[in-house]
């Protein structure tokens, strides 16, 4: 009986104690490649960024219109954004952003920043209006130069799921306008699957 | 031994703190009972305070935030109640993605056997997932970000999918009853999947659709709101509106002919939407009954079974029109969200009742266990543990309102004034094709109203 009694203790004291475990969390920090394949979850993430950002770069840049349109002149570009479609709330001001930083280091386009237009009108009324600053130092407005291209456009999903498993569907457009004519000199889409099946045990 | 196992099963309980102390006393309606009222007493920092706040591992965690996060949105505090929402939604998210065989739910059902249905995690229902959404994207339209609040329409309409897939059996044994010479198929589905599917929450997607320029989507989801709720006469005019606009001619004649004709409206209007939340929603009530049963030698045994249910009656409030520069409109209900909350509670039904069974055999085992044990205390220790810690599972979101009624009206573009009665004007500006959405909460004593041009 006692052998028994202090068998079912230790079998208390082990259950209890890997119940406990399970609760229990190890913080570990540690720095990753910024580039490296991430595949935390489904969802919209850098890899798919990355992707996104590097594909449409690189056929815009290897388009030959776009070739015979930056062989003399740099063309001014402003980025007006990504619209998001789809069922995540995506940053897609970060993709613009990745977009427009490898065409400028391209070096075979300028920009305009439309995000910022608030700030630099409230610098040069500043400059201008306030006692502050030397008059002859002030930058004069109406010297900013317009842009001759727009950039813009989509990024959808499709989300599926059942009990096994969840397939999303991104489909990203992007599309370069001439502003004076209206016509769109350039567009590409790239695409990415994803799915993930369940695990069929877990805690 | 089985004294050890009671220690080990006790210790089991608080170690991962699955419940709290009061949890396994009281259940979720008497606990929430005073945030209702601080509510209804339009004391929404009272209720704030009141609210208990339950810790990552407790099982009653995604409800708990729930209610936080309608507080927050009910004390107009936007951006606070979107990340509480988020968080409930990503919380969600995770448990869809889970293992399929989970050793914790396993470990939450046999814990259950021992206590009462409360330690079993708390999983949002779907009409209470869409709610979420609906209230996320109402949340994003107050801060003028459209795009945002349609990225919670399409969450939305995922939730409904999921629910209309789970109950496409109950949907076909409809269709076949109607096949069998019940006279209109499209009615009867209607009101079967009036049952699980927020008409509201369809609409609310058609609207910011067709304030996004996007007006085939909106047609599609007004349409399927109508599908679910086919008598509300704005939603008929709605749909009519929208399947001209659009030249869908064979559905404008269909419905012209179910529905009636479409009201003409000068080119120079925009559509006055208002949607009114009204009342708080029922409180699950226990249904406690205590078997005293007497053994062949005359010992007493106390056995308790403790079922939810609802016992009030549907939402009857006065606040029934609205007065729009001087012309008096029905306020016409989309949801009733009362009745999505009794058809949730009667399919959970066959689970609970089993575990009820398998709960009454459990306990009797350790009443008996405990009485061979440790004598009569030991019995009368046991009895007592029984029927107290036998709660009927009375969760649910219990801070939602009744219903969500709407009313919709053409306006010339321009300065207009809306009247409530009982609460005052409110001044909103139309303009030309545009839409305008005011957006009221009434809760007994508490009000409030939000107008955004859309």
Redesign the interface.
Known sequence: MKLLSVKSAAAVAMTSALLLSGCANKAVVSYGDAQAVETTDINFGSTDLQKVASQMTDSLLASPVVGTMTANTRPIVFVERIKNKTSEHIDTESITDSISTQLLRSGKFRFVDMTRVEAVREQLNFQNVDPLVNPNTAIAFGQQVGAQYMLYGNLSSIVKSNADKADVYYKFTMRLMDLKSGLVEWADETEIRKTREKSTFGW | ?HR??F??AA??LS??STIGITDLFQDYATQLRPVRQAVSQNNIASAQQLLPSNSR?HSNYLLNQLETARLEFLAKQNSQANETF?AVYQNMEKK?????????AG?EQTNSLLTNDSVIGYEPAAYEMTMLHSYKALSYVFDKQL??A??EV??AN?VQE?ALKDNQAVLDEQAEKAAEGYPDIAELIGNVKNGFQNAFTFYLSGLLYEADKQFDDAYIDYKKALEINSENSYLQQTVLRLAKKQGFDQDFEEFSKRFGKLKQTQANTGQVIVIAEQGLIPARQEFHLRLPIYTSRGDARFYSIAMPVYRDAPYAGSDKTVTFDGENLPLTPIVRLEALAAKTLKDQSAGRITRQVMRLVAKEKMRAELARSGGDVGNILANIYNIASEQADTRSWSTLPSQLSIAQHAMPAGQHALTVPGHGEIDFTVSKQGLTLIFLTSINNYYDTHVVQL
């Open positions: 031994m050890r196992l220690i080990g210790l089991l170690g991962c591992g988020e869809r993605q889970a293992a399929k065989v989970q050793l914790s470990l795009e945002s349609l990225v399409r969450r995922k999921d």
